[in-house]
């Protein structure tokens, strides 16, 4: 493939024939990824498996470098995720769920492995605020799930307004043992806002602990009493 002058090196992905179609799209997708974030054009051969053969020991002659990455192994104890709906370009939340599986807090799998769990900023840190977007996904997301207010707190940080100091406590609690940090500044229940949250990824995670926690609250524990 001719290239610019300006590009230098070359990108290419040699796909087996015989994978299947989801893992075609994969490569495909990482392709693309590789070609924005490098800015070389990248090109995904497919290929049958004796070609595959037959290329092995040329790329294998030194001063050639191989690397296979193996998939990683699943986590044990976390929590599936359920399908991500999409309306209008846009998360949909409050379509979400129509079940909650069981909390961490009574013997369910937590919302996060522990190799993945979301964490606070470490204390004396100088933490960065997740970017703009994933702060109103989150506040939105949390909005229309529970109902409750939502604001940026701390950088690395937002706060969700509770209905009493006792709610925030122990949703705190039951969120901890999701494997997403929580702490708790009176009726606010201030929950991780990192700077590398994806809205796929830990975002989904946060809205879905403070979803779950908070239907939990609501149907079990709400009580008109006020402390």
């Not at 070609?35 to 040329?58: E, K, S």
């Not at 470098?65 to 209008?88: C, I, N, Q, Y």
């Not at 996060?112 to 840190?125: C, E, H, V, Y």
Request: charged share 20%; net charge negative; hydrophobic share 45%.
């Amino acid at each position: 493939m001719d290239q610019p002058d300006d590009i230098a090196g070359r990108i290419m992905l040699v796909v087996d024939a015989a994978v299947s179609e989801s893992a075609r799209e994969a490569c495909d997708e990482a392709a693309a990824a590789l070609a924005r974030r490098t800015g070389i054009p990248v090109t995904v051969a497919i290929v049958p498996a004796q070609t595959l053969d037959a290329v092995q020991p040329l790329v294998r002659r030194p001063p050639a470098r191989l690397r296979e990455l193996a998939p990683p192994p699943a986590e044990p104890g976390r929590m599936s995720s359920a399908p991500f709906v999409w309306r209008d370009g846009r998360p949909d939340w409050g379509a979400m769920w129509t079940t909650f599986c069981e909390l961490a807090l009574y013997g369910g799998p937590p919302q996060r492995g522990p190799g993945q769990a979301l964490r606070a900023p470490r204390a004396g840190a100088h933490p960065a605020a997740s970017s703009a977007e994933m702060l109103a996904e989150m506040q939105r997301g949390i909005r229309e799930t529970t109902g409750l207010d939502v604001e940026p707190a701390d950088p690395g940080w937002i706060a969700v307004a509770c209905e009493s100091p006792r709610m925030a406590a122990w949703l705190c609690a039951a969120i901890i043992l999701e494997n997403v940090d929580a702490r708790v500044d009176g009726a606010r229940l201030l929950l991780p806002a990192g700077p590398n949250f994806l809205l796929e990824d830990q975002v989904k995670s946060l809205v879905t602990v403070m979803a779950k926690t908070h239907h939990y609250w609501r149907e079990h524990l709400a009580s008109p009493r006020r402390p």
